[in-house]
C-alpha cells in the first residue's frame, strides 16, 4: 500500500558530497498514510544494516544521526509530505555502501487501517578516486 523510492546515488570522489532523496507514496490514490518514522540505513557486502539517520514526529519533526557520520551527514525533509533527504559531506571510501530508505506509520483505505513498514530498493553510493 506504501511505497518508498530513494534516488541520487551515484559515484563521488573521496571529499566530495552527494543528496539522497527519499518519497513514499500511497500505491492507490484513495489511501492516505500518517507518517511516523523514515529513516536512512546503509548495508555494505557481509555486514548488517546500519542506521544512519532517523526524522521522527513526535509533536514537532525529531532528527537523529548515528554518532560516525553525525559531522558529515545531515537529514533533512517534510514528513508531513512523506519526504526525507539525506545531505552527505566530505564522503569518505568507508562509505561505500547500498543506503536504504526506511517509512513506518499507519495508512487509512476507506474504513480499513493498518500499519505498515516499507522499504526501498536501495541507492549505490560509491566512494572512490
Known amino acids: 500500500q506504501v511505497r518508498v523510492v530513494e534516488s541520487g546515488g551515484g559515484l563521488v570522489q573521496p571529499g566530495g558530497s552527494l543528496r539522497l532523496s527519499c518519497a513514499a507514496s500511497?500505491?492507490?490514490?484513495?489511501?492516505?498514510?500518517?507518517?511516523?518514522?523514515m529513516r536512512w540505513y546503509r548495508q555494505t557486502p557481509g555486514k548488517q544494516r546500519e542506521l544512519v539517520a532517523t526524522?521522527?514526529?513526535?509533536?514537532?519533526?525529531?532528527?537523529q544521526i548515528a554518532p560516525s557520520v553525525r559531522d558529515r551527514f545531515t537529514i533533512s525533509g517534510d514528513i508531513d509530505n512523506n519526504t526525507v533527504f539525506l545531505q552527505m559531506n566530505n564522503l569518505k571510501p568507508d562509505d561505500t555502501a547500498v543506503f536504504y530508505c526506511?517509512?513506518?506509520?499507519?495508512?487509512?483505505?476507506?474504513?480499513?487501517?493498518?500499519?505498515?513498514?516499507?522499504w526501498g530498493q536501495g541507492t549505490q553510493v560509491t566512494v572512490s578516486s
Open positions: 500511497a500505491s492507490d490514490s484513495g489511501v492516505r498514510i500518517n507518517m511516523y518514522n
Open positions: 526506511n517509512a513506518d506509520g499507519r495508512y487509512f483505505a476507506d474504513v480499513v487501517t493498518r500499519r505498515f513498514d516499507s
Open positions: 526524522m521522527s514526529r513526535d509533536g514537532p519533526q525529531i532528527t
